[in-house]
């Protein structure tokens, strides 16, 4: 409840929101209800989203503040009072996760038979394994570099881990510095020979720094990583080529401001000061950890051959509108209606590496276009794609360059392609290309038909297996002209064309969705929205919602990550409610439903890539396609009723801004399972069916 007096919430701060979510990722590592290596992995992803979010979100707001820049956010805060409220939030949420993995985890890591010890618990047969290890594969890829009038201080890799090391050498009167980095091409977790135990790399080489240091009195050794700015200024004059803009900036990017130092609790002052000096750090950017630095390593253990402490395998099923021909031909699946289909819980190489691999052999099919904004370079379809234009197809892939953290991969295999006569497009100047969409076309005879693909995730197979996401198959002309224009403008130049049937950003999307919105206000009581997304933070859109709401519509709203909108205030938001589901899959998918965005009464749904934030509205090239067919849209309206009813992995949001768990907790602290998991009992509707349509064809054979 909010205090007596104070004013409601109208809009939450953007960068508190997302600690609000990966704070929800914390619980799922804390949840003892969950398998051990499940929660172990859920501890690690806390640990990676946290460093993407100082590499990018951090470094904006210290940006912004060296530039004196006086703006303030939507909530009213300026960059230097975000700073300070996240500085506070993130000790909490690290409190937190090392209180969980060193009082929690590594226990019971080890009762099941995986040990994380440590050097002094080992004895003399374990530490002379581990020495002979050392001096084989540990020893000769080490290069301590000290730091004296002759040799400078080192650069500091963003990420890496270190060790500052203090010794004294004969004749000196000052204890010298020297950083040794820990390879983070070897095992961060070194195995001894039972196979059961392991010992944290670091600690490994703190007790054979003698080699490294032959002659010198060592004082201490202590771990430290730097967190450094990672975004990239792209300037409209240097990118002419866009190509070998980047690949300089990539370069500049290893040597930008750091914007966080994490150094062992046991560091001393004297160490510290040292670094906090040559790095150019302030106070407010150390955070000290007794447990081991960099828990996205946890990724080594998680990894682990234990079937037995994880969730249980849920195998993706086939989309039987895909298979339904004797020849299983998914040109002539797509012909005879629209398909949807919805990932893991439909196998992705079943369907959609089957389209592209299947273009790409088809001597029926003349030209493949696809919008590429990450995948991994040895995936069936980067040689579906090759394959195709060394055959004489035309192919056209629009690759974005600057999609974050994937730029370097990016780049290697957008030049195999261009190598193979693919021809690349590398993406638009001031906007990123984030639409998934691929247009197929091809001679069926009767004359040329144009296959489409509009999706909501990307053209990648690794994470199709855990990142939840839709897409539809169509031949509908219109949609299809559609495509053509978005790829004509995309690979070429002139006014961005008029679209028929799709939303597409930055000039229709906007403008869209508000019309949408407003057409459910002006049904009132009769109105109807339901939103699931990644994040929205968008205030124009936010304030619609709230007139929608005062006007009576019913609003749903299942939002994975950021959410800037507070609902349930009375007077502002009361008829709307939001909630946020975490669990084994990470919840991609964007689906809009209107109720009567098709006139009164008649329903309209869209799914795409754009998540109602400014960036994906203004700033990116995305695209929404509706889905019209009543048995795509009962399914998608299953889609979101299972979410609407989840009761054991769904949080929602409370007008004060705060989240809590639908699901009751025990007296343990764990959550107590409900009647439905989403993720699970979706699996079992794709498994029904696919019964079902066995059944059937059983039925006919007889």
Not at 561 to 589: A, F, K, M, N, W
Request: aromatic share 6%.
């Amino acid at each position: 409840m909010l205090a007596a007096g104070r004013p409601p919430l109208r809009i939450l701060n953007r960068e508190l929101s997302w600690l609000d979510f990966n704070a929800r990722v914390l619980a799922l590592a804390e949840d003892r209800r969950l398998p051990l290596l499940e929660r172990l992995k859920f501890c690690a992803i806390f640990s990676t989203n946290l460093d993407e979010f100082f590499m990018v979100r951090v470094a904006g707001l210290k940006d912004l503040v060296a530039g004196q820049v006086s703006g303030i956010s939507p909530d009213g805060r300026s960059p230097a009072v975000q700073l300070l409220e996240i500085r506070d939030r993130v000790e909490e949420l690290l409190a937190r996760q090392t209180r969980v993995f060193l009082e929690d985890l590594q226990p019971e890591l080890g009762r099941a038979g995986i040990e994380v010890t440590s050097w002094e618990d080992l004895d003399r047969d374990d530490r002379k394994a581990l020495e002979t290890e050392f001096h084989d594969r540990v020893f000769p890829v080490l290069t301590p570099l000290g730091v004296d009038p002759s040799h400078p201080f080192p650069y500091i890799s963003n990420l890496a881990l270190n060790l500052g090391v203090f010794g004294w050498v004969e004749g000196d009167e000052a204890e010298r510095f020297a950083r040794v980095k820990v390879p983070s091409l070897l095992p961060r977790f070194m195995p001894l020979p039972d196979g059961g135990r392991f010992v944290p790399l670091e600690q490994v080489i703190a007790r054979h720094l003698e080699v490294l240091f032959p002659g010198v009195g060592l004082v201490g050794a202590h771990a430290f990583r730097v967190t450094r700015n990672a975004d990239l200024t792209l300037e409209d004059e240097e990118a002419d080529d866009l190509l070998a803009a980047l690949e300089m900036e990539l370069r500049r990017r290893r040597f930008k401001n750091p914007v966080r130092l994490e150094v062992a609790a046991g560091m001393p002052q004297e160490m510290l000061d040292l670094l906090t000096e040559e790095l150019e750090v302030d106070e407010e950017d150390v955070y000290r950890s007794p447990a081991p630095l960099d828990l996205s390593s946890l990724w080594a253990l998680v990894n682990l051959d234990r079937p037995d402490l994880r969730f249980a395998v849920l195998s993706p099923g086939v989309e039987p509108k895909l298979v339904d021909d004797d020849e299983g031909d998914v040109f002539t699946s797509i012909r005879r209606g629209d398909v949807l289909v919805h990932h893991p819980y439909v196998s992705f190489t079943s369907s959609v590496e089957a389209f592209v691999t299947r273009a790409a052999s088809d001597p029926r099919v003349l030209a493949i276009k696809m919008t590429l904004y990450r995948t991994s370079g040895d995936s069936p379809i980067i040689d579906a794609l090759v394959q195709a234009a060394e055959d004489g197809k035309q192919v056209a892939v629009l690759v974005e360059l600057t999609a974050r953290f994937d730029e370097r991969n990016n780049i290697d295999w957008a030049k195999r392609l261009e190598q193979s006569g693919v021809h690349v497009v590398y993406g638009m100047v001031g906007l990123k290309t984030h639409a998934k969409v691929t247009l197929v076309v091809r001679d069926d005879g009767d004359g040329l038909r144009r296959y489409c693909h509009i999706g909501t995730g990307n053209y990648d197979s690794r994470t199709a297996r855990i990142y939840e996401d839709l897409g539809l198959f169509t031949t509908d002309p219109t949609i299809a002209a559609d495509v053509t224009n978005l790829f004509n403008h995309l690979t070429g130049f002139g006014h961005e064309p008029r679209y028929q049937r799709l939303l597409v950003a930055p000039h229709a999307l906007r403008r869209g969705i508000l019309d949408l919105i407003e057409g459910e206000q002006a049904a009132g009581p009769d109105g109807r929205i339901v939103l699931k997304m990644n994040s929205l933070v968008d205030p124009s859109t936010i304030e619609a919602l709230y007139e929608a709401s005062e006007a009576g519509v019913d609003i749903d709203l299942i939002i994975r990550g950021i959410c800037c909108l507070v609902p349930g205030v009375p007077g502002q938001s009361e008829r709307i409610r939001v909630r946020s589901l975490v669990g084994r899959y990470l919840e991609h998918s964007r689906i809009y439903h209107f109720a009567n965005g098709d006139g009164p009464g008649r329903s309209a749904w869209y799914i795409g890539s754009a998540d109602l934030m400014p960036r994906n509205l203004d700033r990116r090239v995305e695209a929404l396609v509706p889905v019209v067919e009543p048995s795509l849209q009962a399914r998608l309206r299953e889609v979101i009723d299972v979410n609407l009813v989840d009761d054991t992995l769904a949080w929602r949001l409370g007008a004060d801004g705060s989240w809590s768990r639908v699901a009751q907790l025990g007296e343990d602290g764990a959550s107590v399972s409900g009647d439905v998991e989403a993720h699970v009992r979706l699996h079992e509707l794709v498994a029904g069916r696919q019964r079902a349509k066995l059944s059937g064809r059983e039925r006919v054979a007889r």
